[in-house]
């Protein structure tokens, strides 16, 4: 089956310590995002990726990294900088035409210990 | 900058009833206008999405409408089931890398 697999469900970080969440699609999307939602809100950009090895800032990128190195791939990292990280992360991809949507995964929770 | 608000927050409808969802944006230079569905503690399920050209979509029991005059949007649900029960959200796209804005979401919540 084709899809995007967010993993882990549920993951938990320490004080000082950098956690890297998994994006990992078999669509051969092109584009590939990277969202944080808080309790009761919407969705937030953090950071975008519409080829490999290339990647843009969204609109709340401070404190955390990415990369683009396979087409299938595309990681967060929520680094030591990132003070208030609690948050559900979600991943999405989508083929680069105007009339598609954005497919999502299951999304990782990531808590502070 | 693009703000995105959906009302209301919250609804509760008993089976079987059509209901409208609302959804308005503040910039109307845009390229689409998408809705998803959200089940708890789950990914986004796009359910429509409307290319800036287009009034409405449509798929199954859903209707989406789009006045991009106006900045707003409707997402018409005929014949609520209890299984429509989950938070709508609506999102925009302001340029062609297809970056979304969303709004905060309604949840619903449709009574057997």
């Known amino acids: 089956d084709g899809g995007i697999t967010q993993s882990p469900k549920y993951l938990f970080r320490k004080e000082g310590q950098n956690v890297t969440l998994s994006c990992e699609q078999n669509l051969n999307h092109d584009a590939m995002y990277w969202y944080r939602q808080d309790p009761g809100q919407g969705l937030r950009l953090i950071y975008y990726s519409q080829i490999v090895n290339d990647f843009q800032k969204g609109d709340i990128a401070e404190g955390y990294s990415v990369s683009r190195e396979k087409k299938e791939s595309f990681p967060l990292t929520v680094t030591s900088a990132q003070k208030n990280p609690t948050a559900f992360y979600l991943c999405a991809s989508r083929v680069a035409q105007d009339d598609q949507p954005q497919h999502f995964g299951d999304g990782t929770r990531l808590s502070i210990l | 900058k693009q703000e995105v608000t959906q009302i209301p927050a919250a609804l509760s409808v008993p089976e079987g009833e059509n209901l409208v969802l609302n959804c308005s944006f503040t910039?109307?230079?845009?390229?689409?206008l998408q809705w998803f569905r959200q089940d708890p503690g789950k990914g986004l399920t796009s359910l429509l999405l409307i290319q800036s050209s287009q009034r409405e979509q449509t798929s199954g029991r859903l209707n989406a409408s789009l006045d991009k005059s106006s900045g707003r949007s409707t997402l018409y649900i005929a014949a609520s089931q209890p299984g429509d029960s989950a938070t709508y959200l609506c999102a925009v796209s302001s340029n062609a890398g297809n970056m979304l804005t969303f709004g905060g979401g309604t949840r619903l919540m449709v009574k057997p």
């Open positions: 910039d109307s230079a845009i390229y689409n």
